[in-house]
């Protein structure tokens, strides 16, 4: 593994959701590669971060709780971090709660299409490699590869899950704004994950009225251009922008090293006075 770019990376995803490591791990490597600060971003989900945490206070990392919540947005696929949030809020733990349930529903409809082009796969095959409570397409696409359904994971989601594959099912939706509600009403702070070519500045505008706070710029899927036009932007509009490398594991991701995208700690301050006002 490279040593880190940067001094903060803010978007990886460990166990609790999709990610191939155990929380305590991602922060074991966040430091080798020596990394000052982490964010854990699993999706609809905050269960890794207790672990996280406390392995950061061991080996002397700052540990930024989050969240990666997935929307739907006019017909795309939107997602919205959330930092510093409330961990103890009920009224958020509960929606977090629907939104798996939300997932494990689409779960057993996606394996329903899948048996009946002849792939057959159980919802406890599908289990038995998600680790955490919070499953998606990722869990399926490593169940069909572990059962000698497929061979890799880019080759299931190429023929049966990607949005138009014939074993693709749209999620239940919540919006951007109610996602970036939700992280408000948290006490955390939201920010657009990723907006690569899809999203347009008139979105991104209507949403900071609903709330949103920051913008992703450095992130995988990022041209320097896209970059570049989004750091731009962050200034115009008046949003943090944070970075993050989006990390899953060699296994779930395999060109996308921890640390090589993100940013530095004065965003860390950004945020943290975001989290108070």
């Given at each position: 593994m490279s040593i880190s770019k940067f001094e903060a990376d803010l978007h990886c995803h460990t166990i609790a959701s999709d990610g191939e490591f155990l929380p305590?791990?991602?922060v074991e490597l966040a430091k080798k590669i020596g990394l000052k600060?982490?964010?854990?971003?699993?999706?609809?989900?905050l269960d890794g971060l207790a672990r996280a945490t406390q392995k950061a206070k061991e080996v002397g990392l700052y540990l930024l709780p989050g969240i990666e919540i997935n929307t739907d947005g006019e017909g795309?696929?939107?997602?919205?971090?959330?930092?510093?949030?409330d961990?103890?809020?009920?009224?958020?733990?509960?929606?977090?709660?629907?939104?798996?349930?939300?997932?494990?529903?689409?779960?057993?409809?996606?394996?329903?299409?899948?048996?009946?082009?002849?792939?057959?796969?159980?919802?406890e095959q599908v289990l038995s490699v998600a680790r955490g409570d919070s499953i998606g397409r990722p869990h399926i696409a490593q169940a069909m590869v572990k059962?000698?359904?497929?061979?890799?994971?880019?080759?299931?989601?190429?023929?049966?899950?990607?949005?138009?594959?014939?074993?693709?099912?749209?999620?239940?939706?919540i919006t951007p704004v109610s996602a970036i509600h939700l992280i408000r009403q948290a006490g955390g702070v939201a920010v657009l994950a990723h907006p690569g070519r899809e999203i347009s500045q008139m979105e991104i505008e209507q949403w900071i009225e609903e709330g949103l706070q920051g913008i992703e710029i450095s992130h995988p899927d990022h041209s320097p251009q896209e970059t570049e036009k989004y750091?731009?932007?962050?200034?115009?509009?008046?949003?943090?922008?944070?970075?993050?490398?989006?990390?899953h594991g060699p296994g779930v991701k395999?060109?996308?090293?921890?640390?090589?995208?993100?940013?530095?700690?004065?965003?860390?301050?950004?945020?943290?006075?975001?989290m108070v006002k």
């Open positions: 305590e791990k991602v600060a982490l964010a854990i971003t699993d999706h609809d989900t795309k696929e939107v997602h919205i971090l959330g930092y510093g949030l961990e103890n809020n009920s009224f958020f733990r509960q929606k977090l709660r629907e939104l798996r349930e939300k997932r494990v529903k689409r779960i057993k409809q996606i394996l329903k299409k899948l048996n009946n082009l002849g792939q057959e796969l159980s919802f059962y000698g359904l497929a061979s890799n994971f880019k080759e299931v989601f190429d023929k049966y899950l990607k949005i138009g594959a014939p074993a693709y099912v749209p999620r239940e939706k750091r731009q932007l962050a200034r115009k509009l008046n949003l943090i922008a944070t970075g993050g490398s989006d990390f395999p060109r996308v090293e921890l640390g090589q995208w993100g940013t530095d700690l004065k965003t860390i301050e950004l945020i943290e006075r975001a």
